[in-house]
């Protein structure tokens, strides 16, 4: 007995996919791909952020915690600091006290050679007064010369003088700027001294 073959043969073309069909499919894809790396991006964000405001807490922690050991050793800097400048003040009284213990030395050594008699040495900042006495104006004339070529002594001038006619003597006072070294400008002083003497 033969077999029946059966053949079905469809001439209609096959369907074709429209254009508009494939483009939105495309999109939806790449939408789900877009929305996957921006959630992506946003949870990447955010632990970052997280990780930033822990690190900002504990750098507030540190500067709170070095801001007390600041303030407990504040008192002491401030100690320091007075202990400093009192040292320094120290420092340039004493070299004022070598400079004008051998200013009034210089002042004196001039004057013996003078026959004079010194009744007072002052010295106010940056200014000297010496009083003087003398039995001739030729010896005050002589001191004065004497004082002009000291290097520590400038603007020299004779504030008063006296001729005391009694006693043959003559009483000066005479005055000068007093040219202190460039280290001790900052911190001058007062110092005086009075003292008799017969040349």
Do not use: C
């Not at 096959?14 to 877009?34: C, L, M, N, Q, V």
């Not at 400038?154 to 000066?172: G, L, P, Y």
């Not at 007093?178 to 110092?191: D, E, M, R, S």
Request: glycine share 4%; net charge positive.
């Amino acid at each position: 007995m033969e077999k029946q073959i059966s053949l079905n043969v469809n001439l209609l073309k096959k369907k074709a996919t429209p254009s508009i069909d494939i483009f939105i499919h495309w999109a939806i894809t790449g939408g789900r791909f877009i929305v996957i790396l921006t959630e992506t991006i946003a949870l990447a964000a955010f632990l970052y952020r997280f990780a930033l405001d822990r690190q900002i807490v504990d750098l507030h922690d540190k500067i709170k915690a070095k801001q007390v050991i600041v303030n407990a050793l504040s008192e002491q800097e401030a100690s320091y600091r007075q202990l400093q400048e009192r040292l320094l003040q120290a420092k340039q009284l004493s070299s004022n006290l070598d400079f004008t213990s051998g200013l009034f030395t210089k002042i004196t050594e001039t004057g013996k050679n003078s026959n004079m008699t010194f009744k007072a040495i002052d010295i106010n900042h940056d200014v000297i007064h010496v009083e003087i006495i003398t039995s001739n104006i030729t010896s005050l004339k002589q001191f004065v010369n004497q004082l002009q070529e000291l290097k520590e002594l400038k603007d020299i001038s004779i504030d008063r003088i006296e001729d005391r006619t009694t006693s043959a003597q003559i009483a000066a006072v005479i005055s000068a700027h007093v040219v202190f070294p460039k280290q001790n400008i900052a911190g001058l002083t007062q110092a005086s001294a009075s003292e008799g003497r017969n040349q």
